[in-house]
């Protein structure tokens, strides 16, 4: 079965690279094969004809014989290699669309130079040995006698050159015999160990003998050390164990031991006698090393607040410990004034100053905001973290909701780390750093990955386990280690999550030359946390300024052979498998600028002008035009490039670099990147994201980032099962558009872990085929069984789409859909298609979610939100109806790091999906299916009904702003209306004509509708209940809910009850809303038309649209 030398045998190429070839070969009859994605030893063959690629599986026997599925009638033939297969296929009339006639042949890919393969592990490298075997004048191989004295050249050329270097070094600080040893052991003593290990003893007997000879003193100090050492430790042991020191007294009694070996041995008791008496201390005072007894001081913060038009200045106090915080008038005044932990609802964030609301609850079960404005937002941001430390340290949930992540990468340019790296960890350099207040803060898992790494996986392991002890105090656990030659990837935890991760796994894969060497390649490995998959990948691909496009081919090899995650997961790759994916490393991307710019660089790096750099880094390009790393985020680059300094500094690039050829530039570049992929709405933000000043050990700086992560439980019910009633998910309406020439029938696979076992749709109808392109209708419904109804279970979960041929079982594209957005209502979807990290097309489609009652618990990530300001009039000026520019300061409460996004990032990125939520049962729609660029659009402003807004405490509240007029509430941008944004009727198409109008929904899947629903009211987006929701059980609608229009309408506001999602806030002229605790019962609020933010101020002006006239929004009710 031999495919060896066979031009037309493409090897595993992936499909969509199958049809391009054959569409640039552009003749009937051109053929090509390759390795079948969906079965292990199986090929397909892909023939053209008319403008079609046709697919046909060849599939092997019991006896390893092989045949081709093709046409029913057609008798099947067995062959035992694929070159008989492919010769007989040549006749006609064989079954296939056409016979087979002209052989695509194999592109040939750009491979790595030979010269870029590291040699040796430690710098500076040696020159190169002419030990490969000579050839002679006649061109035949020498002699035995000849390789021997080919071998002695060798040698003499390496003798020389470190005789050479030994006249070049300082050693007049060395004692005479120590120098005479090291000369006499390279004038003669190094060829004869060569000899030695030419004959088959590697054991360098006289280069031990220089060894023992050097460290003669130090081998008589150890032997008088260690003993004391032994005993000191044995002194610390908690159970003493005579067997075990007898032992170790021989170890330390033996002096012929390796010099080497006994430094080792005394090297672990240090750390062993350094662990014990830790150990013993944390535990006489109580400390377990978990983050519930945590060492974190108490904190002060000088803030200033406003009280009747003064500037006061305030210092407030953070005792996490504790669970409490100060307010106090001066920093070393009295601490009378404080409130408790679970007193404090929630912080609310000013987006344009450092300004921070703190929700309370007074004794007289009343809230009261307290507005402060800190030094700056990284003063703010630390404090932000204390609190929330503070939440969760004294929060009575027996698992977390809430995790923060550390994502590091380093090239170590094969040097050993400095003594200290506690910089890299405490987040310590430039760009997005963490505030000194926040340095006593552990994160709850460490991810590490290093390239060119020298140490052992045991030396690495203590090194970042001491570093972390010294800035947490606490001991981490190690979970996970892979190393592929010198690419390390390392997963340390707190000890009290050891038993929250499972199903961990690792894997690497090499794309060295041929994809044979693993000097570059990628190692990553993978883990549940309780309900939550994480995916992290440490790669270090193609150098060189000019690869880039192997660089890519090295992205691609890596997403399709890493195999991490779910087996069962099968047709996807690792884009798809996991809640959040991280990519780490040094991906080796480069600023695409002439060589003769160095010095401009240079300069603009001294003068912080990165943004005009970005511009032209690779990966930035490559990454926009879709060609890597599809739909992957990466938090704004505010720090130098990390590469190539030189060593022992970090004031100079040393971007030339002398080689055989001639000079070769290394231009300062962003090679040491962290990016991220997560599901659809799901809670993730980065908190920092820079590299340091000080490990200067290597030519790369390394890259720190920290994420804060939302995480879901292992679910357990608290209902009897019997009294629960069944959930349902339903996809209806379902159109794939797919990339491709394929002639061929599709269906549809639904995957998820709230699922017993995937699900197939039945055969989807191709309705056109142009421009490579064909669309494929999915009449039928779909409905799923979820294993748990609970919505504080299903809310969380995400369905999995694979849309796949039935002619080879092979995927086309794939995508995710979060059961979140369905969570009120009937939603329309639209999500990118990708098949191994390319996109294949787009689905578009409907979901409804039916579960069992249940109540949602607040998530400690809704506990800090963003108030975005707009700009308006001036504060205490009267506004003008008539002037659509005149509208007093909104106020829009919403925690953007559900959109994936930072939190001073502006406009909406391309992510792969959007959502149209539309009205409940009997209300219409919202939204429909933009077009192929389709972009959510932005909260637009909301008028409530004030009347029923009550305290965290249920008492009724005075929603009224400092001028008597009633506050406003605004959506939060994620659950409003996904679809094509429009502003007016002019761009909204007439509904009846579009091919893809969606159906009414199943009344069986039926919603709450609240009981003062105005039935004239056009279709609204439905807000999200996120936290502090209960769901409650009403009747179901009489009938369908009908879908007159997709598209939103002008409409006059009526006002309607707050928003639960907005945890029924209360808001004041200016001012953020107060949370509110649950309260079941209490009726679900609808919002009116959604406002746009694109004219507002929020977007530079660069990015403001400027062809679209600006729409009034409608005059206040």
């Known amino acids: 079965m031999s495919t060896s030398y066979q031009p037309w045998h493409h090897g ?3 499909r969509s690279k199958a049809e391009d070839l054959l569409s640039k070969a552009a003749k009937d009859g051109s053929f090509l094969l390759r390795d079948s994605e969906s079965i292990q030893g199986a090929y397909a063959l892909c023939v053209l004809f008319q403008n079609c690629v046709y697919t046909y599986r060849i599939l092997p026997n ?12 057609v008798p099947i033939r067995f062959f035992s290699v694929l070159a008989d297969l492919v010769e007989t296929y040549y006749s006609p009339n064989m ?18 130079e030979p010269g870029q393969i590291i040699t040796s592990k430690y710098p500076p490298q040696l020159p190169p040995r002419n030990i490969s075997g000579g ?89 008088r050390t260690l003993p004391t050492l032994e005993a000191f430790q044995r002194l610390l042991d908690q159970q003493l164990s005579p067997g075990v020191g007898r032992m170790r007294s021989q170890v330390s009694a033996d002096s012929g031991q390796a010099v080497s070996f006994r430094l080792e041995q005394m090297t672990k008791l240090l750390y062993s006698i350094e662990d014990k008496a830790k150990a013993a201390l944390f535990e006489s005072v109580g400390y377990d090393g978990s983050h519930r007894k945590s060492l974190i001081p108490p904190i002060t913060f000088e803030v200033k607040s406003e009280l009747l038009g003064l500037t006061n200045k305030m210092f407030i106090k953070v005792d996490v410990e504790t669970g409490k915080i100060y307010f106090k008038k001066y920093k070393d005044g009295p601490e009378d004034k404080y409130f408790v932990h679970n007193k404090i609802l929630q912080l609310v964030k000013s987006q344009k100053v450092a300004k921070l609301v703190i929700v309370v609850e007074t004794e007289k079960e009343k809230t009261l905001r307290k507005e402060f404005v800190f030094d700056d937002t990284k003063k703010r941001e630390g404090f932000c973290q204390l609190l929330q430390q503070m939440k969760n340290k004294h929060s009575d949930k027996p698992e977390p909701d809430m995790i923060t992540v550390f994502v590091g990468t380093w090239n170590m340019g094969n040097a050993s780390p400095p003594h200290s790296i506690a910089s890299w960890f405490q987040c310590k350099g430039q760009g997005k750093t963490r505030d000194d207040t926040a340095d006593h803060i552990p994160h709850d898992i460490y991810v590490i990955g290093t390239q060119e790494d020298p140490l052992g996986e045991k030396e690495w392991i203590d090194t970042l386990k001491s570093a972390l002890r010294g800035t947490t105090n606490i001991s981490f656990k190690q979970i996970a280690i892979q190393t592929l030659w010198n690419i390390r990837i390392v997963v340390l935890a707190k000890p009290e999550h050891e038993n929250r991760i499972s199903h961990i796994f690792s894997d690497s894969v090499k794309t060295g030359i041929a994809n044979a060497l693993g000097n570059k390649g990628a190692v990553g490995v993978s883990f549940m946390f309780n309900g939550t998959s994480f995916g992290f990948v440490n790669s270090h691909l193609t150098s060189g300024s000019e690869k880039k496009l192997r660089r890519n081919q090295n992205y691609v090899s890596i997403l399709r052979f890493l195999n991490l995650g779910d087996k069962k997961l099968n047709p996807f790759d690792i884009t798809h498998r996991f809640t959040h994916l991280f990519w780490l490393g040094d991906l080796n991307y480069r600023i695409e600028l002439p060589s003769t710019e160095a010095e401009s660089i240079v300069t603009k790096i001294k003068q912080q002008q990165y943004q005009e750099l970005l511009c032209r880094d690779q990966l930035t390009i490559e990454k926009g035009e879709g060609k890597v790393f599809l739909h992957y985020d990466e938090e704004e680059i505010t720090f130098a490039p990390t590469y190539r300094f030189e060593r022992d500094t970090r004031e100079k690039y040393a971007y030339t670099k002398a080689k055989a050829t001639g000079t070769k530039y290394n231009l300062p570049s962003w090679c040491d990147r962290v990016l991220r992929r997560s599901y659809p709405l799901v809670h993730v933000f980065c908190q920092s994201y820079g590299c340091t000043n000080d490990i200067m050990t290597s030519d790369h700086s390394p890259v720190f980032s920290t994420f804060e992560v939302g995480v879901s439980s292992q679910f357990v019910s608290k209902h009897d099962p019997n009294s629960v009633s069944q959930g349902g998910i339903k996809f209806m309406n379902c159109v794939a558009t797919l990339m491709t020439k394929s002639k061929t029938k599709f269906f549809i696979e639904y995957h998820s872990s709230c699922l017993e076992k995937f699900v197939k749709s039945s055969e989807g109808e191709n309705q056109d085929h142009s421009d490579g392109n064909i669309k494929v209708r999915f009449g039928n419904q779909v409905e799923l069984v979820p294993i748990i109804s609970d919505p504080e279970y299903l809310l969380d979960q995400h369905i999995l789409l694979c849309v796949k041929s039935t002619d080879c079982d092979e995927s086309y594209g794939e995508g995710c859909v979060a059961l979140r957005a369905a969570e009120s209502s009937y939603t329309e979807f639209q999500v990118t298609l990708t098949h191994h990290g390319e996109r294949t097309g787009t689905l578009t489609g409907g979901v409804q979610l039916r579960t069992s009652g249940g109540k949602q618990t607040e998530k400690l990530y809704d506990f800090i939100q963003v108030e975005r300001d707009d700009s308006g009039a001036p504060k205490g000026k009267g506004v003008d109806p008539n002037n ?93 209306s996904m679809g094509k944004c429009g502003g007016g009727a002019k761009d909204s198409p007439d509904p009846q004509s579009s091919k893809d109008h969606l159906t009414a929904p199943d009344p069986y899947f039926s919603f709450p509708k609240p009981s003062d629903q105005d039935p004239d009211r056009p279709p609204v987006p439905t807000p999200r209940n996120r936290s502090y929701t209960c769901s409650e059980t009403k009747p179901p609608s009489s009938g369908p809910t009908s879908f007159t229009s997709l598209h939103p309408q002008s409409y006059t506001k009526n006002p309607v009850k707050p928003s639960r999602s907005e945890g029924g806030m209360v808001l004041t002229a200016n001012k953020p809303p107060l949370p509110m605790k649950s309260r079941p019962g209490q009726a679900e609020a609808t919002s009116t038309k959604p406002r746009d933010y694109r004219d507002s101020s929020e977007l530079p002006s660069k990015l403001r649209p400027t062809s679209r006239p600006i729409q009034p929004l409608p005059k206040e009710g």
Not at 97 to 110: D, I, M, S, Y
Not at 912 to 931: A, D, I, N, T
Request: glycine residues 10%; proline residues 6%; hydrophobic residues 25%.
């Open 12 to 14: 595993n190429i992936t």
């Open 62 to 73: 019991e006896e390893r014989k092989l045949s081709v599925q093709a046409s029913e009638g």
């Open 95 to 112: 079954g296939l669309a056409t016979h087979l006639q002209f052989p695509v042949q194999k592109e040939e890919e750009p491979e790595e």
């Open 135 to 223: 050839l002679s004048a006649n061109g035949s191989k020498e002699t035995h006698g000849g390789e021997s004295q080919t071998s002695e050249l060798a040698c003499a050329s390496l003798r020389d050159t470190y005789l050479q270097r030994l006249q070049q070094l300082d050693m007049s600080n060395l004692p005479e015999e120590h120098q005479q040893s090291i000369q006499e052991y390279f004038h003669t003593s190094l060829c004869l160990d060569a000899e030695q290990a030419q004959n088959g003893n590697p054991n360098f007997p006289r280069l031990k003998k220089l060894i023992m000879g050097i460290c003669k003193h130090l081998n008589s100090e150890i032997s």
């Open 884 to 976: 659509k520019f005149a509208f007093p300061h909104p106020i829009d409460i919403t925690n953007p790091s559900y959109m994936g996004v930072g939190y001073k990032s502006v406009g909406v990125t391309d992510r792969g999906w959007s959502y149209s939520m539309s009205l409940r049962s009997g209300s219409g729609g919202v939204g429909g299916h933009g077009g192929k660029d389709q972009t959510p659009i932005f909260p637009r402003k909301t008028v409530y009904d004030h009347n029923t807004v009550r305290s965290p405490t249920g008492k009724a509240m005075d929603n009224v702003g400092e001028d008597g007029k009633p506050a406003e509430m605004f959506d939060n941008p994620l659950y409003g």
